[in-house]
Each structure stands twice: as C-alpha cells, then as structure tokens.
C-alpha cells in the first residue's frame, strides 16, 4: 500500500508545468509573435514601395517612346532633340512630371497638368476605383508630386573622338520619394540611343 501512495505522490508532481516552465514558454512565444509582426510591417511597406517603383518605371518609358514616336513621325526635328542649353527642345534638369502640351512632347516648357480634376502641380494617375474599371465615375486620381523627370540628351562620339552628329544618347531619369518607414530618395533611369534617321 505504501508504494501505492508513493507511485501517485510522483505522478501528480510529474503532472504540471511548474510555474517557471509556464513563463519560460510565455517570453519564447512572445518574442516569435514580434519577430513575425516586424516582418509582416516590412512585407506592407515593401508592398506600397513596388507600386511607386512601377509609377517610375512607366513614367521613363513612356518619356522615352515618346521622343522616338516624335522622331519617327516628323512630329519634331532632328535639331530639336536636344537639351534647351544646347538649342533643343528639352528642358534641363529635375522637371514637375506633367502631361505634354500643345506640342505633344513630355519635357518641354509647354507641358501643363491636363487633368482638371487633378489637385496637382504635378499630373495625375488615374487609377480604377472600387468597380474595378477604368474609365468609370469612381476612378481614384493619384497625384505624381513626389516624382520628378530628367531627360538627359548627350552627344556620342565616333571611333576618331569626334562628335558623330547622327546619334544622339537620351537618359531619361525619374526621381522619386518613396513612403516606407523613413522617406527615402530613389531613382530610376532608363536610356537609349536615337537616330537621325528613322
């Protein structure tokens, strides 16, 4: 019969966690919890930084097909795709991203926010709204404030180091200010070479 009492005895101080094992446990799950709530607020913020790095890269795209479409439909000259320090028709430096103006061409001094729904200065997106569709009443506009364009319009040298007066190296670059935890720079450039002739 002892043995009996001593058999149960162990078991039911076996039974439990004791207190410390409890608490123990309770740190361990708690810092795992925070680990995965950090991650999951960095997944978020890199969500919202790939739609403003998608803008960018759309904005210097268009920017580029844009000049050779005016070069390829004689929309423009061949001295006008030039910088307007070097006599062309393109504006020098960090310019408000704006739709094009009467000219037709992106980055020139005519450009204007088209849109006057748009708060602006800078133009806007128009993105679809809650149905789904774009074109609709409920189309969300998204200001391009924290974008600017820079089309850089440079000279290429032939194999003597003697300007080559038929191609021309165009760099379009977009900057922008992304919203993550701190508001960080970033830029995106693209660029090619155009032709005096088509």
Not at 137 to 144: E, F, G, H, N, T
């Amino acid at each position: 019969m002892k043995k009996l009492e001593q058999r149960e005895a162990r078991k039911q101080r076996s039974a439990g966690f004791a207190l410390m094992e409890v608490l123990f446990s309770i740190v361990i799950l708690t810092i795992g919890l925070c680990g995965m709530l950090a991650m999951f607020s960095m997944a978020m913020a890199a969500t919202n930084s790939t739609q403003e790095d998608l803008h960018a890269k759309q904005e210097a795209v268009e920017t580029l097909e844009s000049i050779f479409t005016a070069r390829n439909t004689s929309q423009i000259t061949w001295a006008d795709i030039q910088n307007k320090a070097n006599g062309g028709k393109f504006l020098d430096g960090p310019q408000t991203v704006l739709d094009p103006g009467p000219d037709g061409l992106v980055g020139t001094a005519d450009d204007l926010n088209a849109n006057p729904a748009c708060p602006g200065p800078s133009r806007c997106l128009v993105m679809p709204g809650p149905d789904g569709i774009l074109g609709t009443a409920d189309d969300i506009l998204v200001p391009m404030n924290n974008y600017q364009r820079t089309i850089a319009i440079a000279n290429v040298l032939d194999a003597n180091g003697a300007i080559d007066p038929t191609l021309r190296q165009i760099t379009v670059s977009v900057i922008y200010t992304t919203t993550q935890f701190k508001a960080t720079n970033k830029t995106y450039s693209i660029g090619g070479y155009i032709s005096q002739f088509r």
